[in-house]
């Protein structure tokens, strides 16, 4: 936990907020709902402490014990940490990997309930997402069934591996070799649209966890004294 | 035990709420105001800074959930992992539209309304919109002119901070401005192009974000996270700026979970106060007041006054003539347009936070040469250059280091653009009660007819004309056009009209201040009671209005004569 004075310095909001000392309410308190600008509440949430209980939002819990797949068998999560290691370039049991693969893991379990949602639309909801989306994408969340692609990709890749073991019995060299007749191929087979969904879903997952903002150098959800705009243009 | 009665009881705690009760109290009214929702309480419902691994979703939502719950609300940008804490869950809030007239509308019921989420875009109006019937010959000029309205927006402006440039242009009246935001490398390299081509300015937005601090609030601190609550209180929403002022001076008293039925009326025609109930019990209960002001939002106050039937009032409070919830208007928007400026493509990352785009201001029919006869009134251009994050990673081959490399190293530059237009008023798009449907308190929904007419669709091509020609001139690539079809009506979320004001009892519904013309103690202070919108956003103007009518329910309540 930190303390105020290490995030203000951390973020840099100690520069912006350096000159404001908040506001004299006086005798008035105020009603609930109505606030008043506050370092406290700013504090709050880069504290790692992100929002208060009784709230909407779902965070990530922290999790006590390994990790148990809630779609994915055991050894087909395996194959999962497999892949995902293999889009990133990174060892199966990297933290980053174990991050992403449990996140892809509640996706997947998710869709199938996320999917039926869509097919329960009432005819008024299904005409404003049709406008709004277009016919094609909502017929994609009606019809597109992600664990069935994800179930038949699954047991294709162990249908590819000649012995026991399935997938996971392939040495690494193997594996890498079976991924590059699945990647950016151009023949549709359970594979090649296993391998889609997924290199999607890592896409997803890596670029919004700490490393992958930090790869890109993302400079945002920032603390600016000015308004970011063009620097080198035209001065 | 008797009823305490209120000076004024005001619905709704949003843009024009909290201006009608700050300006009210602040004069020595003492104004009960009911909210429809809850209160929000920053440490548990904001949640600006939070990263994306902090969510179990990731910021891309629960889906079944929103699928489930959410089903229209969903469909505003703003209405996800983060933010859907600020719309309304849609089963509670139903509304009914003909199949073939889809109406997205977007709703936000606590403390501070929408002002949590709205895009803080703020223009002011003309007389290009105030007087456009004696323009051109169409619908109803506003009772009111730019020279009245001056004041009020300098007010309004001069409270809740509104960063710009001054430009001096007839068409978009500089406000009084913060000093501007700045525009993006791709929007520099734009605006010359545009500036030679077509003679059109190409500018920052106009947003009410503090670029410097004021009243008390420090200047933003640039996270573009607006709509997810905002700490430090940088850009205007009700409960941080307006609210706060009403507070401080001990005449306000504030319901929240009070969803208001309807009007009670008393044997002299006039109002004694308001019906509502309980959110979460239902409990039915009353509140008492000499004046009411509806500001629930253009659709709600309407809702309020359609359903305020009595012997005296049939169809509803102001409806006399038949126009209440008749000249419903909302922007049409052509959107998508768009591409890649491959000269800006680079390995390095620049700094992003500015919460707004930029606009190219209307010019069609208004100043310069670009006349159309084909379509009455006009539109603006906006939109935003900015590096993509990740979105090229989808489209980039291949798989390990190296994949991620060319994502980290190989930036492209996306210029977006898009149209906003007028939509005229027409007696056609309507709201009226639903016969059978009922929301989750037992009040009539809401039956939406919106449609949109000739002049839209014709002002729609010349849009997409302009629009390619706007991205020819720029040369964007891997371009993406605009749709083909305008945004679904009421997707903007600047739904105003339905009881619009003007001097004639027989042709609207409320005064030029906003006075409901067959019950003087009731006002209607929201985009309900705009004559015509322009093609610009209409929030500002719901404000200065507010403090118009506030200005004149002070005096007349002083003066004995509500």
């Not at chain 1, 014990?65 to 892949?83: E, H, K």
């Not at chain 2, 809030?93 to 606590?110: E, L, V």
């Not at chain 2, 996306?414 to 149209?419: D, I, L």
Request: hydrophobic share 35%.
């Amino acid at each position: 936990m930190q303390t105020r004075r290490q995030w203000l310095l951390q973020v840099g909001g100690g520069t912006v907020l350096a000159g404001w000392t908040g506001v004299d309410l006086g005798a008035a308190e105020l009603p609930p709902g109505v606030y008043e600008p506050s370092r406290d509440h700013l504090g709050h949430a880069l504290a790692g402490n992100p929002v208060s209980p009784g709230g909407d939002t779902e965070l990530v819990q922290i999790r006590t014990g390994t990790f148990q797949p809630a779609f994915f068998q055991p050894n087909q999560y395996r194959v999962l940490r497999q892949l995902t290691g293999i889009i990133l370039g990174e060892s199966a049991d990297a933290a980053i990997v174990r991050e992403i693969a449990e996140w892809i893991d509640l996706t997947v379990f998710d869709a199938a309930a996320v999917r039926a949602a869509a097919r329960a639309f009432s005819p008024p909801h299904r005409t404003l997402a049709i406008h709004f989306y277009a016919a094609e994408s909502v017929r994609k969340l009606e019809e597109f069934d992600v664990q069935k692609v994800v179930r038949e990709g699954l047991a294709w890749l162990d249908a590819q591996a000649p012995g026991q073991g399935g997938f996971n019995g392939l040495s690494t060299q193997q594996q890498l070799g079976l991924v590059h007749r699945i990647a950016d191929s151009k023949t549709d087979d359970p594979g090649t649209r296993f391998f889609a969904y997924l290199k999607e879903r890592v896409i997803d997952g890596f670029y919004t966890s700490r490393a992958g903002l930090d790869e890109l150098g993302y400079r945002g959800n920032a603390f600016y004294a000015s308004p970011p705009g063009c620097e080198h243009l035209y001065g | 035990m008797a009823v305490k009665t209120y000076d004024v009881i005001v619905v709704g705690s949003g843009a024009s709420g909290g201006w009608v009760a700050k300006e009210l109290t602040e004069k020595g009214v003492e104004v009960l105001m009911l909210e429809a929702g809850p209160p929000r309480v920053p440490t548990r419902d904001f949640t600006e800074h939070i990263w994306p691994y902090q969510l179990k979703y990731r910021g891309f939502g629960n889906q079944k959930k929103l699928l489930t719950d959410q089903p229209v609300q969903r469909l505003c940008y703003a209405c996800d992992d983060y933010s859907q804490q600020f719309f309304v869950n849609d089963s509670e809030h139903p509304y009914t539209f003909p199949a073939d007239k889809p109406f997205m509308w977007i709703r936000g019921r606590q403390v501070g309304g929408k002002t949590f989420c709205w895009a803080r875009v703020s223009y002011r109006y003309s007389d290009f919109e105030f007087k456009a019937a004696s323009r051109d010959g169409y619908g109803q000029d506003w009772p009111i002119s730019y020279k009245e309205m001056e004041p009020y927006y300098d007010r309004v402006e001069s409270y809740i901070g509104v960063s710009g440039s001054y430009e001096g242009l007839p068409q978009l009246p500089d406000s009084k401005f913060l000093p501007p935001m700045r525009l993006s490398c791709g929007e520099m390299v734009a605006k010359e192009i545009v500036e030679k081509k077509f003679g059109w300015k190409l500018i920052v937005d106009r947003s009410a974000n503090l670029t410097v601090p004021l009243n008390g609030r420090p200047a933003c601190h640039y996270c573009d996270q607006c709509q997810r609550g905002c700490f430090t209180a940088s850009y205007f929403n009700s409960p941080s700026v307006t609210l706060p002022a009403a507070a401080r001076t001990g005449r306000f008293h504030l319901v929240s979970d009070a969803v208001v039925s309807h009007l009670l009326m008393n044997h002299e025609g006039k109002t004694d106060g308001v019906a509502y109930l309980d959110r979460s019990t239902h409990a039915a209960r009353e509140a008492r007041g000499k004046i009411v002001v509806l500001a629930a939002s253009a659709l709600e106050s309407t809702r309020i006054l359609l359903n305020s039937r009595s012997r005296n009032f049939p169809n509803g409070v102001g409806n006399a003539h038949g126009v209440l919830g008749h000249y419903l208007m909302d922007h049409t928007t052509l959107e998508e347009g768009g591409g890649k400026m491959p000269a800006l493509q680079a390995s390095v990352r620049e700094p992003v936070g500015r919460p707004c785009g930029y606009i190219i201001p209307k010019y069609v029919n208004t100043v310069g040469p670009h006349k159309n006869k084909n379509f009455l009134r006009g539109y603006y251009f906006a939109g935003d250059g900015r590096q993509e994050l990740y979105g090229h990673a989808f489209s980039t081959p291949g798989f390990g280091r190296e994949f991620r490399e060319k994502v980290r190293s190989q930036i492209p530059y996306s210029f977006s653009v898009y149209a906003q237009g007028e939509c005229l008023p027409r007696y056609d798009n309507y709201v009226a009660l639903d016969p059978e449907k009922k929301d989750a308190w037992g009040i009539p929904a809401l039956h939406i007819h919106a449609s949109y007419g000739e002049n839209e669709l014709a002002m729609q091509k010349a849009m997409q004309a302009h629009l390619g020609e706007i991205m020819d001139a720029l040369k964007l690539e891997d371009r993406r056009p605009p749709r083909d079809e305008l945004n679904i009506f009421g997707k903007n979320i600047h739904e105003c009209g339905t009881a619009r004001m003007g001097n004639d009892p027989k042709t609207s519904v409320v005064n030029a201040f906003n006075q409901v013309h067959d019950v003087k103690n009731v006002f209607v202070t929201d985009g309900a009671s705009f004559v015509t919108q322009g093609c610009w956003e209409p929030t500002l103007t719901i404000m200065a209005i507010s403090v118009r009518a506030a200005d004149y329910i002070a005096d007349e309540f002083r003066k004995g004569s509500l």
